[in-house]
Protein backbone atom coordinates (compact mmCIF):
# COMPACT_ATOMS: atom_id res chain seq x y z
CA UNK A 1 0.00 0.00 0.00
CA UNK A 2 1.73 3.22 -1.36
CA UNK A 3 2.29 6.21 2.16
CA UNK A 4 0.43 9.03 1.15
CA UNK A 5 0.90 12.77 2.85
CA UNK A 6 -2.72 12.24 4.94
CA UNK A 7 -1.70 8.84 6.35
CA UNK A 8 1.39 10.41 7.56
CA UNK A 9 -0.40 13.05 9.16
CA UNK A 10 -2.76 10.27 10.68
CA UNK A 11 0.44 8.44 12.06
CA UNK A 12 2.05 11.36 13.53
CA UNK A 13 -1.20 11.69 15.33
CA UNK A 14 -1.60 9.14 16.61
CA UNK A 15 1.99 8.89 18.10
CA UNK A 16 1.31 12.01 19.96
CA UNK A 17 -1.74 10.87 21.28
CA UNK A 18 0.67 7.64 22.59
CA UNK A 19 -2.00 5.11 20.51
CA UNK A 20 0.92 4.03 18.18
CA UNK A 21 3.76 1.70 19.47
CA UNK A 22 6.04 -0.15 17.29
CA UNK A 23 8.43 -2.17 18.33
CA UNK A 24 12.18 -1.28 19.52
CA UNK A 25 15.39 -3.25 19.09
CA UNK A 26 16.25 -4.94 22.59
CA UNK A 27 18.91 -2.52 23.48
CA UNK A 28 19.92 -4.04 26.92
CA UNK A 29 19.12 -7.63 28.09
CA UNK A 30 16.21 -8.13 30.02
CA UNK A 31 13.59 -10.54 31.85
CA UNK A 32 10.23 -10.68 31.79
CA UNK A 33 8.03 -11.14 35.19
CA UNK A 34 4.56 -12.20 35.51
CA UNK A 35 1.93 -11.96 38.48
CA UNK A 36 0.41 -14.89 37.26
CA UNK A 37 2.39 -17.32 34.93
CA UNK A 38 -0.36 -19.08 33.83
CA UNK A 39 -1.15 -15.10 31.85
CA UNK A 40 1.54 -13.79 29.94
CA UNK A 41 -0.34 -11.47 28.10
CA UNK A 42 -0.85 -8.75 31.09
CA UNK A 43 0.40 -8.16 34.66
CA UNK A 44 3.96 -7.84 33.36
CA UNK A 45 7.00 -6.48 34.34
CA UNK A 46 10.39 -6.11 31.91
CA UNK A 47 13.20 -6.21 34.47
CA UNK A 48 16.65 -5.07 33.56
CA UNK A 49 18.61 -6.53 36.62
CA UNK A 50 21.97 -7.38 38.36
CA UNK A 51 22.39 -9.39 41.03
CA UNK A 52 22.71 -7.78 44.54
CA UNK A 53 20.97 -4.66 43.27
CA UNK A 54 18.13 -3.42 46.02
CA UNK A 55 17.36 0.15 44.44
CA UNK A 56 14.82 0.47 41.24
CA UNK A 57 13.66 2.76 38.81
CA UNK A 58 10.43 1.84 37.19
CA UNK A 59 9.22 3.83 34.47
CA UNK A 60 5.28 3.34 32.73
CA UNK A 61 4.57 3.59 29.23
CA UNK A 62 2.22 6.06 27.05
CA UNK A 63 -1.49 5.11 26.88
CA UNK A 64 -0.94 2.37 24.20
CA UNK A 65 2.46 0.99 25.31
CA UNK A 66 3.48 -1.70 26.89
CA UNK A 67 6.18 -3.48 28.76
CA UNK A 68 8.31 -3.32 25.39
CA UNK A 69 7.74 0.10 25.20
CA UNK A 70 11.49 1.55 26.43
CA UNK A 71 13.68 -1.52 24.73
CA UNK A 72 15.68 1.03 22.20
CA UNK A 73 16.52 2.98 25.74
CA UNK A 74 20.15 3.31 27.04
CA UNK A 75 18.40 4.60 30.69
CA UNK A 76 18.33 0.65 31.70
CA UNK A 77 22.44 0.22 30.99
CA UNK A 78 22.98 3.64 32.68
CA UNK A 79 21.63 2.46 35.95
CA UNK A 80 22.30 -1.16 36.13
CA UNK A 81 25.79 0.27 36.27
CA UNK A 82 25.09 2.49 39.20
CA UNK A 83 23.41 -0.36 41.54
CA UNK A 84 20.06 0.48 40.28
CA UNK A 85 17.74 -1.98 38.68
CA UNK A 86 15.49 -0.77 35.64
CA UNK A 87 11.44 -1.59 34.92
CA UNK A 88 8.59 -0.92 32.49
CA UNK A 89 5.39 -2.28 33.90
CA UNK A 90 2.39 -2.91 32.17
CA UNK A 91 -0.81 -4.13 33.34
CA UNK A 92 -3.61 -3.76 30.72
CA UNK A 93 -5.11 -0.22 30.92
CA UNK A 94 -2.64 2.18 30.41
CA UNK A 95 -4.57 5.23 31.09
CA UNK A 96 -4.78 5.11 34.71
CA UNK A 97 -7.83 6.76 35.23
CA UNK A 98 -9.60 4.12 37.07
CA UNK A 99 -8.80 3.52 40.46
CA UNK A 100 -9.24 0.19 39.60
CA UNK A 101 -5.99 0.43 37.35
CA UNK A 102 -3.56 2.02 39.91
CA UNK A 103 -4.72 -1.06 42.44
CA UNK A 104 -3.67 -3.66 39.88
CA UNK A 105 -0.47 -1.56 39.28
CA UNK A 106 0.24 -1.47 42.78
CA UNK A 107 -0.45 -5.74 42.80
CA UNK A 108 2.60 -5.83 39.97
CA UNK A 109 5.05 -3.50 42.00
CA UNK A 110 4.69 -5.26 44.97
CA UNK A 111 5.10 -8.17 43.45
CA UNK A 112 8.61 -6.86 42.44
CA UNK A 113 9.77 -5.81 45.68
CA UNK A 114 8.77 -9.45 46.80
CA UNK A 115 10.54 -11.37 44.54
CA UNK A 116 13.64 -9.19 44.15
CA UNK A 117 14.34 -7.70 48.08
CA UNK A 118 13.90 -4.16 46.74
CA UNK A 119 14.10 -1.67 49.68
CA UNK A 120 10.33 0.59 49.35
CA UNK A 121 12.45 3.51 50.44
CA UNK A 122 14.34 2.92 47.59
CA UNK A 123 12.43 3.25 44.08
CA UNK A 124 11.75 6.07 41.41
CA UNK A 125 8.85 5.98 39.92
CA UNK A 126 7.79 7.86 36.87
CA UNK A 127 6.39 7.66 32.76
CA UNK A 128 5.94 8.97 29.71
CA UNK A 129 2.69 11.13 28.88
CA UNK A 130 0.39 8.81 30.40
CA UNK A 131 2.28 6.91 32.29
CA UNK A 132 4.07 9.85 33.98
CA UNK A 133 0.23 10.71 34.96
CA UNK A 134 -0.39 6.88 36.68
CA UNK A 135 3.27 6.98 38.48
CA UNK A 136 1.83 10.54 40.08
CA UNK A 137 -1.79 9.21 40.53
CA UNK A 138 -0.47 6.09 42.05
CA UNK A 139 1.72 8.74 44.39
CA UNK A 140 -0.95 10.49 45.38
CA UNK A 141 -2.68 7.93 46.61
CA UNK A 142 -0.03 6.87 48.51
CA UNK A 143 0.50 10.19 50.08
CA UNK A 144 -3.24 10.58 51.06
CA UNK A 145 -2.96 6.87 52.97
CA UNK A 146 -3.73 4.36 51.02
CA UNK A 147 -2.23 1.09 51.59
CA UNK A 148 -0.13 1.32 48.72
CA UNK A 149 3.27 -1.25 48.18
CA UNK A 150 5.87 2.36 47.78
CA UNK A 151 6.25 6.19 48.44
CA UNK A 152 8.23 6.40 45.59
CA UNK A 153 11.53 8.45 46.15
CA UNK A 154 11.17 10.62 43.82
CA UNK A 155 8.97 10.70 40.49
CA UNK A 156 9.54 11.67 36.94
CA UNK A 157 7.24 13.60 34.72
CA UNK A 158 7.80 13.12 31.11
CA UNK A 159 5.07 15.86 28.94
CA UNK A 160 2.21 13.84 31.32
CA UNK A 161 -1.17 15.84 31.39
CA UNK A 162 -1.61 16.37 34.97
CA UNK A 163 -4.26 18.94 35.38
CA UNK A 164 -7.05 16.97 33.79
CA UNK A 165 -9.19 20.69 34.37
CA UNK A 166 -6.90 22.86 31.85
CA UNK A 167 -6.50 19.44 29.29
CA UNK A 168 -10.40 19.05 29.00
CA UNK A 169 -10.86 22.95 28.31
CA UNK A 170 -7.75 22.91 26.13
CA UNK A 171 -9.09 20.11 24.09
CA UNK A 172 -12.40 21.61 23.71
CA UNK A 173 -11.46 24.79 22.83
CA UNK A 174 -9.14 23.27 20.10
CA UNK A 175 -12.00 21.08 18.99
CA UNK A 176 -13.64 24.75 18.38
CA UNK A 177 -11.20 26.43 16.12
CA UNK A 178 -10.18 23.11 13.88
CA UNK A 179 -12.19 21.08 11.60
CA UNK A 180 -12.07 17.17 10.52
CA UNK A 181 -9.08 17.72 8.34
CA UNK A 182 -6.82 18.00 11.31
CA UNK A 183 -5.09 15.04 12.21
CA UNK A 184 -5.36 15.41 15.85
CA UNK A 185 -9.25 16.07 16.52
CA UNK A 186 -9.83 12.29 16.43
CA UNK A 187 -7.51 12.37 19.73
CA UNK A 188 -9.49 15.64 21.39
CA UNK A 189 -12.70 13.99 20.40
CA UNK A 190 -12.13 10.61 22.23
CA UNK A 191 -10.72 12.11 25.59
CA UNK A 192 -13.18 15.21 25.88
CA UNK A 193 -15.79 12.32 25.50
CA UNK A 194 -14.17 10.35 27.65
CA UNK A 195 -13.90 12.58 30.42
CA UNK A 196 -17.40 13.51 30.40
CA UNK A 197 -18.39 10.14 30.65
CA UNK A 198 -16.03 8.86 33.52
CA UNK A 199 -16.41 12.04 35.73
CA UNK A 200 -20.17 12.94 35.14
CA UNK A 201 -19.86 16.02 33.07
CA UNK A 202 -18.07 18.80 31.70
CA UNK A 203 -15.26 20.62 34.35
CA UNK A 204 -18.00 23.57 34.44
CA UNK A 205 -20.85 21.32 35.41
CA UNK A 206 -18.59 19.04 37.26
CA UNK A 207 -15.27 20.69 38.85
CA UNK A 208 -14.59 19.15 41.87
CA UNK A 209 -14.53 15.95 40.33
CA UNK A 210 -12.28 17.24 37.81
CA UNK A 211 -9.99 18.23 40.67
CA UNK A 212 -10.33 15.33 42.24
CA UNK A 213 -8.71 13.23 39.14
CA UNK A 214 -6.27 15.94 38.43
CA UNK A 215 -2.66 15.99 40.32
CA UNK A 216 -2.68 19.68 40.14
CA UNK A 217 -5.68 22.35 39.57
CA UNK A 218 -3.25 25.12 38.45
CA UNK A 219 -6.64 27.56 38.56
CA UNK A 220 -6.55 26.98 42.23
CA UNK A 221 -4.26 29.22 44.25
CA UNK A 222 -2.66 25.70 46.54
CA UNK A 223 -2.59 24.28 42.96
CA UNK A 224 -5.65 21.50 44.59
CA UNK A 225 -3.82 17.72 44.98
CA UNK A 226 -0.40 19.70 44.54
CA UNK A 227 -0.04 20.30 47.44
CA UNK A 228 0.39 16.66 48.63
CA UNK A 229 3.49 17.26 46.68
CA UNK A 230 5.28 19.67 48.30
CA UNK A 231 8.16 17.45 50.32
CA UNK A 232 8.38 15.11 46.90
CA UNK A 233 11.40 15.10 45.06
CA UNK A 234 10.35 15.58 41.35
CA UNK A 235 11.92 16.13 37.65
CA UNK A 236 9.68 17.21 34.78
CA UNK A 237 9.86 17.02 31.06
CA UNK A 238 8.66 18.93 28.46
CA UNK A 239 9.47 20.72 25.25
CA UNK A 240 7.26 23.22 24.08
CA UNK A 241 7.97 23.66 20.37
CA UNK A 242 5.13 26.04 19.18
CA UNK A 243 6.77 26.11 16.38
CA UNK A 244 5.48 22.96 16.03
CA UNK A 245 1.72 23.19 17.80
CA UNK A 246 0.45 26.39 16.58
CA UNK A 247 0.00 25.09 12.51
CA UNK A 248 -2.06 22.32 14.26
CA UNK A 249 -4.12 25.00 16.12
CA UNK A 250 -2.79 24.22 19.37
CA UNK A 251 -1.70 27.05 22.11
CA UNK A 252 0.08 26.89 25.19
CA UNK A 253 -2.97 25.98 27.03
CA UNK A 254 -3.72 23.01 24.69
CA UNK A 255 -0.17 21.17 25.48
CA UNK A 256 1.18 19.32 28.32
CA UNK A 257 4.45 21.84 28.78
CA UNK A 258 1.32 23.95 30.64
CA UNK A 259 0.72 21.05 33.56
CA UNK A 260 4.69 20.69 34.22
CA UNK A 261 5.70 24.90 34.41
CA UNK A 262 2.46 24.77 36.76
CA UNK A 263 3.50 22.11 38.85
CA UNK A 264 7.09 23.21 39.28
CA UNK A 265 6.09 26.61 39.96
CA UNK A 266 3.55 25.79 42.79
CA UNK A 267 5.53 23.24 44.34
CA UNK A 268 8.64 26.03 44.97
CA UNK A 269 6.27 28.42 46.42
CA UNK A 270 5.12 25.62 48.62
CA UNK A 271 8.74 25.11 49.63
CA UNK A 272 9.98 22.31 47.34
CA UNK A 273 13.47 23.14 46.50
CA UNK A 274 14.01 20.01 45.26
CA UNK A 275 11.80 20.20 42.03
CA UNK A 276 13.41 20.08 38.33
CA UNK A 277 12.47 21.74 35.17
CA UNK A 278 13.43 20.47 32.19
CA UNK A 279 12.56 22.63 28.84
CA UNK A 280 13.73 21.29 25.76
CA UNK A 281 14.22 22.36 22.56
CA UNK A 282 14.90 20.85 18.93
CA UNK A 283 14.99 16.67 20.67
CA UNK A 284 11.50 15.20 20.08
CA UNK A 285 11.85 13.18 17.54
CA UNK A 286 10.43 9.63 17.06
CA UNK A 287 12.68 7.06 15.97
CA UNK A 288 9.77 4.20 15.83
CA UNK A 289 8.09 7.04 13.14
CA UNK A 290 11.06 7.50 10.88
CA UNK A 291 12.64 9.72 13.18
CA UNK A 292 9.69 12.11 12.58
CA UNK A 293 9.56 15.35 14.36
CA UNK A 294 7.53 15.41 17.36
CA UNK A 295 8.23 17.25 21.12
CA UNK A 296 5.99 14.90 22.58
CA UNK A 297 8.39 12.08 22.80
CA UNK A 298 10.85 10.28 25.50
CA UNK A 299 13.41 11.73 22.85
CA UNK A 300 13.53 14.67 24.92
CA UNK A 301 14.95 13.01 28.07
CA UNK A 302 18.91 12.92 28.30
CA UNK A 303 18.76 9.77 29.64
CA UNK A 304 22.50 9.77 30.92
CA UNK A 305 21.83 12.78 32.68
CA UNK A 306 18.39 11.36 34.32
CA UNK A 307 20.46 8.45 35.42
CA UNK A 308 22.50 10.54 37.43
CA UNK A 309 19.34 12.48 38.87
CA UNK A 310 18.21 8.96 40.07
CA UNK A 311 21.30 8.07 41.54
CA UNK A 312 21.23 11.20 43.57
CA UNK A 313 18.29 10.70 44.67
CA UNK A 314 18.71 6.94 45.84
CA UNK A 315 21.76 7.32 48.06
CA UNK A 316 22.09 4.98 50.63
Same mark, same amino acid.
Given at each position: MGSTASDAMVVLALACAG??????????????????????????????????????? =?????????? /?? $? +???????? #????? =?????????? /?? $? +???????? #???LIAHLISTHGYETNKVVLGGFSAGGYGAFRYTLRKLRGDALAILPAALISVDAPLDIERWYRGMNLFLQRTDDKNPFRGESQYLTQMYRELLGGTPDEKPEAYREQSILTASLPDGGNAVYFRHMPMRLYSEPDMDFFVPYGYDYGSINASDQVSLAAIARAQGNADVSLVLTSGKGYRADLGNRRLPHSWSIVDEAELARWISAHLID
Open positions: LLVTPAAHAQTAKDEYVDARNTSVDVARVWSRPGNHKLT =IILPPYGGDQ /TY $Y +NASKLPGY #LVTRG =IDFAVLFTET /TG $Y +NQPADLTR #LDV
